[in-house]
């Protein structure tokens, strides 16, 4: 789908605006295609939300322009032309010209094209919308203009070439020009911000390298603006204008692209039928027979039009497609290296609490891919560096297949080991519509949770002492009672059931592992009242009431951040073992080591200060 927007994006405008300049000279329409186009792209950091309310009127100007002089013409010359709308003039028209009407599919193809570009858009307008506007509008007008031009060459064979602006009274030629023009370069429009948002959500989903997105709306969340796209787009424009100069090899190669994506679709919904739907396995293949027979005719005819332009959207779906599949493999072959050699939390733990290195005063947020298990990274920086923060938080940033992420259910908060090792990991949840702004405090937000975290944490562990303790016999209650008194800053749940498996109260079934922790989102959760063990005794508080160990926590938090936070970010660089294949070692050390060279960096996408990042490298051989 984004290929075929890029596609539609460098064609679709040349072919609007050279269509409808198609009398005057061949030179002056290349240049003023060539102004329009610089002028098309050089707009588009502005946005199109300060004009795009004078899309809709120009439009249904447009589209009801061509519906009125389709009608003129049916009147004026063929009033028999809606017999055209009879399916078996298809089989007269075959049994007419044989091969010659075969190979004719290949322009007729271009009366469909554009209009399955308004599903591009569905990041702007609803589904609904769009079913609405096409069925009731764009289809019955354009099956107007088109019997109407039928209906013009019926008497005029010898305009074939140009029946719409040849059949057109000369009263109004120039104004439906200008009109037409106008309707190219909005048409162009939507389909260079339709493109940006595939790009950005295909980039959200590790499908694309990292590139800057700039939010053109306040309001409307899918309007976007990616410069080095945008660029791109205008490049290969200017460059198909200059160079083809004809609008039927121009057509050629938006025809060809357009039934790539018709049968593309075809055989993913397929899978959609099957996979998400869950429907019958016969009912997804008569669904492809009968439309893929259909879409394979089309590709049939506009194959021999590839050394007559076709052969544009094929070199460029290669080149994207190519780098689209690099970055995929490299992202994935450097997870995987980071899952193959990631550190058992049972290896950290066994360190001790102080990892057996100098624990500075601050917060250490150190991100990684990984969502389970101590990144590589971390042990290769506590190998070489002597000194660790006193609070260290392992970041994941994931971007989920939705579109937005609640702020409430941002981060999923858990604690690796005890409230001695003070750390965490967190996994920042963020949708394919979602962005670092600038003005999001990412840190405050972060550290936020962390400490309602420990406040929930605490309220959760109370409790579930009060339910053990409600069960408990006089008997049990009384030896619990004259246990000595724990200390304060281990009077966690942990050590409470290692008492009290040790006097018999409690069976190894219920035993609890060190490494492991409570995961949940740091979100709304009522509890009704709380306990806390204080001294043998089970003594209940209010439910804003915390103990003095999470009170204690939550001060040490405050005093770590007020000490400065650290952005620990890894640098890595990714190279093929020694042993790999000719063709690896192309695709990882060449094409991808250059991708992750331009794309944007990490730090730049994540909005981490420069001034608290702290990089360390590290080679993965994958």
């Given at each position: 789908?984004?290929?075929?927007?890029?596609?539609?994006?460098?064609?679709?405008?040349?072919?609007?605006?050279?269509?409808?300049?198609?009398?005057?000279?061949?030179?002056?329409?290349?240049?003023?295609?060539?102004?329009?186009?610089?002028?098309?792209?050089?707009?588009?950091?502005?946005?199109?939300?300060?004009?795009?309310?004078?899309?809709?009127?120009?439009?249904?100007?447009?589209?009801?322009?061509?519906?009125?002089?389709?009608?003129?013409?049916?009147?004026?010359?063929?009033?028999?032309?809606?017999?055209?709308?009879?399916?078996?003039?298809?089989?007269?028209?075959?049994?007419?010209?044989?091969?010659?009407?075969?190979?004719?599919?290949?322009?007729?193809?271009?009366?469909?094209?554009?209009?399955?570009?308004?599903?591009?858009?569905?990041?702007?307008?609803?589904?609904?919308?769009?079913?609405?506007?096409?069925?009731?509008?764009?289809?019955?007008?354009?099956?107007?203009?088109?019997?109407?031009?039928?209906?013009?060459?019926?008497?005029?064979?010898?305009?074939?070439?140009?029946?719409?602006?040849?059949?057109?009274?000369?009263?109004?030629?120039?104004?439906?020009?200008?009109?037409?023009?106008?309707?190219?370069?909005?048409?162009?429009?939507?389909?260079?911000?339709?493109?940006?948002?595939?790009?950005?959500?295909?980039?959200?989903?590790?499908?694309?390298?990292?590139?800057?997105?700039?939010?053109?709306?306040?309001?409307?969340?899918?309007?976007?603006?990616?410069?080095?796209?945008?660029?791109?787009?205008?490049?290969?424009?200017?460059?198909?204008?200059?160079?083809?100069?004809?609008?039927?090899?121009?057509?050629?190669?938006?025809?060809?692209?357009?039934?790539?994506?018709?049968?593309?679709?075809?055989?993913?919904?397929?899978?959609?039928?099957?996979?998400?739907?869950?429907?019958?396995?016969?009912?997804?293949?008569?669904?492809?027979?009968?439309?893929?027979?259909?879409?394979?005719?089309?590709?049939?005819?506009?194959?021999?039009?590839?050394?007559?332009?076709?052969?544009?959207?094929?070199?460029?779906?290669?080149?994207?497609?190519?780098?689209?599949?690099?970055?995929?493999?490299?992202?994935?072959?450097?997870?995987?290296?980071?899952?193959?050699?990631?550190?058992?939390?049972?290896?950290?733990?066994?360190?001790?609490?102080?990892?057996?290195?100098?624990?500075?005063?601050?917060?250490?947020?150190?991100?990684?891919?990984?969502?389970?298990?101590?990144?590589?990274?971390?042990?290769?920086?506590?190998?070489?560096?002597?000194?660790?923060?006193?609070?260290?938080?392992?970041?994941?940033?994931k971007y989920l297949p939705v579109n937005t992420v609640p702020q409430a259910e941002r981060f999923l908060v858990r604690r690796i080991g005890t409230r001695a090792y003070s750390m965490y990991r967190c996994?920042?949840?963020?949708?394919?519509?979602?962005?670092?702004?600038?003005?999001?405090?990412?840190?405050?937000?972060?550290?936020?949770?962390?400490?309602?975290?420990?406040?929930?944490?605490?309220?959760?562990?109370?409790?579930?002492?009060?339910?053990?303790?409600?069960?408990?016999?006089p008997e049990e209650q009384q030896s619990v009672a004259s246990l000595p008194a724990m200390p304060t800053e281990s009077s966690n749940r942990l050590n409470l059931l290692r008492l009290l498996r040790l006097?018999?109260?409690?069976?190894?079934?219920?035993?609890?592992?060190?490494?492991?922790?409570?995961?949940?989102?740091?979100?709304?959760?009522?509890?009704?009242?709380?306990?806390?063990?204080?001294?043998?005794?089970?003594?209940?508080?209010?439910?804003?009431?915390?103990?003095?160990?999470?009170?204690?926590?939550?001060?040490?938090?405050?005093?770590?951040?007020?000490?400065?936070?650290?952005?620990?970010?890894?640098?890595?660089?990714?190279?093929?073992?020694?042993?790999?294949?000719?063709?690896?070692?192309?695709?990882?050390?060449?094409?991808?080591?250059?991708?992750?060279?331009?794309?944007?960096?990490?730090?730049?996408?994540?909005?981490?200060?420069?001034?608290?990042?702290?990089?360390?490298?590290?080679?993965?051989?994958?």
């Amino acid at each position: 789908m984004m290929l075929h927007l890029l596609h539609s994006a460098v064609l679709s405008a040349v072919v609007g605006i050279k269509a409808a300049s198609s009398n005057l000279d061949t030179n002056l329409v290349t240049v003023i295609s060539c102004l329009i186009l610089v002028i098309l792209f050089s707009l588009q950091r502005f946005g199109t939300d300060r004009i795009s309310f004078l899309f809709a009127p120009i439009f249904l100007t447009w589209f009801l322009s061509l519906a009125l002089i389709g009608c003129y013409n049916i009147i004026k010359w063929e009033k028999s032309i809606f017999l055209a709308l009879n399916p078996l003039e298809i089989v007269y028209f075959f049994r007419r010209n044989g091969r010659q009407g075969w190979e004719h599919l290949g322009g007729i193809v271009l009366c469909m094209t554009g209009t399955e570009a308004m599903f591009a858009d569905l990041g702007h307008f609803s589904f609904r919308s769009i079913q609405i506007a096409f069925t009731s509008l764009v289809y019955p007008c354009l099956i107007l203009t088109y019997l109407g031009q039928s209906a013009y060459l019926v008497e005029h064979m010898e305009h074939v070439n140009d029946p719409f602006y040849a059949s057109l009274p000369r009263r109004i030629y120039w104004p439906i020009f200008v009109l037409a023009t106008i309707s190219a370069m909005i048409a162009s429009q939507a389909i260079i911000t339709a493109t940006f948002s595939i790009v950005k959500q295909s980039a959200a989903l590790g499908c694309f390298p990292r590139v800057k997105v700039v939010h053109t709306s306040n309001n409307i969340v899918g309007q976007v603006y990616i410069p080095e796209i945008n660029w791109i787009l205008m490049v290969l424009c200017l460059s198909v204008t200059a160079g083809f100069r004809d609008t039927d090899e121009i057509g050629n190669a938006y025809g060809i692209a357009v039934v790539m994506v018709m049968i593309v679709t075809t055989l993913l919904m397929t899978l959609v039928i099957v996979i998400i739907w869950r429907k019958h396995f016969l009912l997804a293949l008569l669904f492809l027979i009968v439309f893929a027979s259909i879409e394979g005719v089309y590709i049939s005819a506009v194959l021999f039009k590839t050394t007559q332009g076709g052969w544009v959207p094929l070199v460029i779906a290669a080149v994207f497609g190519t780098v689209m599949y690099t970055w995929h493999y490299g992202t994935s072959k450097r997870y995987e290296y980071e899952m193959q050699h990631k550190v058992s939390v049972g290896w950290l733990l066994g360190l001790g609490p102080s990892l057996g290195l100098v624990r500075v005063p601050g917060i250490g947020l150190m991100y990684t891919d990984l969502a389970h298990g101590v990144p590589p990274l971390f042990s290769h920086f506590i190998t070489n560096l002597p000194a660790i923060h006193s609070t260290v938080v392992f970041v994941c940033v994931k971007y989920l297949p939705v579109n937005t992420v609640p702020q409430a259910e941002r981060f999923l908060v858990r604690r690796i080991g005890t409230r001695a090792y003070s750390m965490y990991r967190c996994a920042a949840r963020y949708g394919y519509k979602d962005i670092h702004k600038k003005d999001d405090d990412f840190e405050q937000l972060l550290i936020r949770s962390l400490i309602k975290f420990v406040e929930i944490e605490s309220k959760r562990e109370t409790s579930d002492l009060e339910s053990m303790a409600a069960s408990w016999t006089p008997e049990e209650q009384q030896s619990v009672a004259s246990l000595p008194a724990m200390p304060t800053e281990s009077s966690n749940r942990l050590n409470l059931l290692r008492l009290l498996r040790l006097h018999g109260l409690m069976g190894e079934g219920n035993s609890i592992d060190e490494g492991c922790c409570t995961e949940y989102p740091v979100s709304d959760i009522n509890l009704a009242t709380t306990s806390t063990y204080q001294e043998g005794s089970i003594q209940t508080q209010s439910v804003n009431g915390t103990s003095s160990d999470s009170q204690d926590e939550v001060a040490f938090l405050n005093s770590c951040k007020e000490s400065g936070v650290v952005y620990i970010l890894g640098n890595n660089v990714v190279k093929a073992r020694k042993d790999a294949s000719l063709f690896k070692k192309v695709v990882i050390n060449y094409i991808y080591t250059f991708l992750r060279r331009i794309s944007r960096d990490s730090h730049v996408v994540l909005n981490i200060p420069h001034e608290c990042l702290l990089h360390v490298g590290m080679v993965y051989y994958v």
